[in-house]
C-alpha cells in the first residue's frame, strides 16, 4: 500500500479561489434552480429536493449577503437561491437576525429554514476556513462550491471542524460537485468534511472531491446515534484520507461509482448495525477499504461490482471485522430510486472529470462517458404556463382511494383531504409554500392534474412545480390553481409543489387524470 502524509500547505490552498468583490447583492426575477440536471439518490425520495427552485435569486460575495439573504426573506421556508462568487471567510461573515433566519458569525448558519440553494458561480465560490452548518432544516441544495480548511481547534475555528455538517431533524439535502478538503487531521485541528448526525435522512454526495483529511465524514455520532440515514453518494473522489469514508452507525447508504484513493487506515466503516450497498467502486492504493473497523458492534455490506487495486487488508480481530481480502455480501439492500451504473474500470476517469467545483456540473449517464448538463444553473426558467381555464377533465379521477403524504401540513389539515372527494376539507402547509403528493401502490399513468383551492381560502397559489415523485424530476411549472397538462408519465407518486403564495393557500382536491 502507497501510504500518502497530508502534508498540503494552507498557503498553497490560499491561493486559489477567486477574491470577493462587491459589497452589495440584487434580487433578480425567479430563476432556476442550481440543480440543472435535479437531484439524485436518497435525496429523490421523502417528497424530493429541489432547494430554492420557483424563487428569487439573490448574488452574494460575502458570507453576510449569504446571511442578509436568507433573513430578507418573507419567511423561513420562502424558496431561495442564493448565487455565490468569490472568497467567504471569517472576515466578511457577520451575524444577522430576523424572523426568517438564525445565522452566525462563525460559520455559515442554515439553521430552522427550507427551499434554500447555494450556488458557486462566476469565477467560483470559497469558503475559507468557514463552514456550513445545517441544522433543523429541510430541502437544501449546496452545488459547485469549496469549502475548505476548517477547524475545531487553534485559530480560527468554525463549524466544530466539520466542512458540512449536518445535525438535528435534517431531510432532505442535496451536495453536488463540491471541493471539500482539509490539510491534516485532528491533531491539526481538523474533523470530518461531510458529517452527519441527530437524525439526519435522505441525503446525496455527489460528483465531489473529499481529500488531504484525517476524517472523511460520518452518519452518526456515537454508537447510540443511530437516527439517521437513507444517504446516496456516487461519483465521488475520496483522497488522501485516514478514515471514514464514511463511517455509518445504523441506517442505510448506498455507495457507488465512488474512486476511492489512498485510504489510509480504513475506508467505508460499517457499523452498529448499519447496511451498506456498494457498487461498482474503484479502490485504489489503499487499507482497509470496507468492514467494521475499532468497534465490536457490527455492522453490514452488500456488494457487487468493485474493482480492488492494491488493497491490502487487516486480520480479523475483536474489534476488527475487515471484508476482505475476498469480500462478500452479509446482508441485502433495497434501493427505492433508479440509477444508472457506470463500469467500475472507468470510474477513475469519469470521477476525474466530473467530481468537484469548477467542473461545469458534468455528470455520467452510465456510458462511461461526461456529459455537460443543460441547461447551465444560472440560465432562468422557461416561462411558466399558466393552466388553461377549462372544465375539469373528463374520466376517472384517479386520486380517489390513492395515498397521499407531503412536505408539512398546517394544523388541522391533512394530505388526505386532497383525494377524498370532498371540496369543504383541505390541505394547507404549513406557510406559504410546501408540497402535497397523490400515490399509488403500482406505476400509474398521469397526463392530467386539477388544483381545487377551498373557498375562503386565505391565501392563493402562486408559482407552482409538477414533480415526477418517483424521480424527483420536473414535469412542468406555472402559477394559479387549476387544470394542469403534462407529457403522459407513468409513476407511483405525482407531486404538487407550491413555491409561492399570497398567504396560506387550502387546497381542497388534487384530482389526476390519465388524459
Partial sequence: ?????VTLRVSALLATGAVAAATGFALSAPTASAAAAGATGYATQNGGTTGGAGGQTVRATTGTQIHQALCGRASADTPLTIQVEGTINHGNTTQVSGDSCSTAADKIELKQISNVTIVGVGSGAVF????????????????????????KSGSPTSNGGDAIGMESD????WVDHVTLEASGGESEGYDGLFDMKDNTQYVTLSYSTLRNSGRGGLIGSSESDVSNGFVTFHHNL???????????????????NNHYVSLN?????SRAGARAKVDNNYFEDSKDVLGTFYTDAAGYWQVAGNIFDNVTWSEPGEDNNPAGPNPTSNTSVGIPYAYTLDAANCVPSVVSQTAGADKGLKVSDGSCTPQTPSPTPTDPTPTPTDPTPTTPPTGTNLSIGAGADGT??????????????????????????GAVSVKW??????????????????????????????????????SGAGVISFPRTSLKKVTFQIT???GTPKVAEFETYAG
Fill in 1 to 5: 500500500m502507497r501510504r500518502r502524509p
Fill in 128 to 151: 475559507d476556513q468557514l463552514g456550513i452548518h445545517i441544522r433543523e432544516s429541510s430541502n437544501i441544495i449546496i452545488q459547485n462550491v469549496t469549502v475548505r480548511n476548517v477547524k
Fill in 170 to 173: 435534517v431531510r432532505n439535502v
Fill in 238 to 256: 475520496y483522497e488522501n484520507i485516514d478514515s471514514r469514508a464514511p463511517l455509518l452507525r445504523g441506517g442505510i447508504a448506498h455507495m457507488y
Fill in 265 to 269: 487506515e480504513s475506508g467505508i466503516n
Fill in 408 to 433: 408539512s401540513k398546517a394544523d388541522g389539515t391533512s394530505y388526505g383531504n386532497v383525494r377524498d372527494g370532498n371540496l369543504s376539507t383541505y390541505w394547507s402547509p404549513a406557510g406559504s409554500t
Fill in 441 to 478: 401502490g403500482t406505476a400509474t399513468t398521469v397526463s392530467k392534474i386539477n388544483i381545487r383551492e377551498a373557498a375562503g381560502s386565505e391565501g392563493t397559489i402562486g408559482s407552482w412545480r409538477v414533480l415526477n415523485g418517483d424521480t424527483g424530476a420536473v414535469l412542468t411549472s406555472g
Fill in 500 to 502: 409561492g403564495a399570497d
